[in-house]
């Protein structure tokens, strides 16, 4: 969880960023890429959090029954 809240941070930051550069430069699309990175790491780990909350509710179903 703290790691995709930094992640959430991180975004906001590029974003930010993103909004005093001029879109269609180097920076700005290199800032463009460093958000999505962030982005999909994002989702990534959102994932892999989703499916550990899946498996720890499938255990602890089997343990019930």
Do not use: C
């Not at 993103?18 to 982005?39: C, D, F, H």
């Amino acid at each position: 969880e703290e790691k995709i809240k930094k992640l959430d941070q991180e975004v906001l930051k590029v974003r930010e960023q993103m909004n005093r550069v001029r879109p269609n430069t180097s920076a700005y699309n290199s800032l463009k890429q460093k958000g999505l990175r962030y982005l999909k790491q994002k989702k990534m780990l959102e994932t892999q959090r989703d499916q550990l909350m899946q498996q720890s509710f499938t255990i602890g179903m089997i343990i019930i029954n």
